[in-house]
Nanobody
């Protein structure tokens, strides 16, 4: 089992940015891809992914204000949501997938955006 540890502010004012981090003890190049999901009411939805080479792709709903990046030396990847609105309040989960399709999840981070 690979541990993914999320961190970031739990409370953000509307208009500010949500900034989350996901740290792992494994080198990022050992993963096939890393990313973020979020859960509002019920279903967990994809936000986007990043590969070890730095290529990113995002869900259609996340292409405007969401940015995923990484720091190989810190073994960490990041999510930034700019111009946050109350609708961005959610449980945010980081995610990683091995080349053999094993999947790993962070513990989830509840972020509340005030109006």
């Amino acid at each position: 089992q690979v541990q993914l540890v999320e961190s970031g502010k739990d409370f953000v004012h509307a208009g500010a940015s949500i900034q989350l981090s996901c740290r792992t003890p494994r080198a990022l190049f050992t993963f096939k891809r890393m990313g973020w999901f979020r859960q509002t009411t019920g279903q967990r939805e994809l936000v986007g992914m990043i590969t070890p080479r730095g290529a990113t792709n995002y869900a259609d709903s996340a292409k405007d204000r969401f940015t995923i990046s990484k720091n190989d030396g810190a073994r960490t990847w990041y999510l930034e949501v700019s111009s946050a609105t109350p609708e961005d309040s959610a449980l945010y989960y980081c995610y990683a997938q091995d080349y053999d399709t094993m999947e790993y999840w962070g513990q989830g981070r509840l972020v509340v955006v005030s109006s």
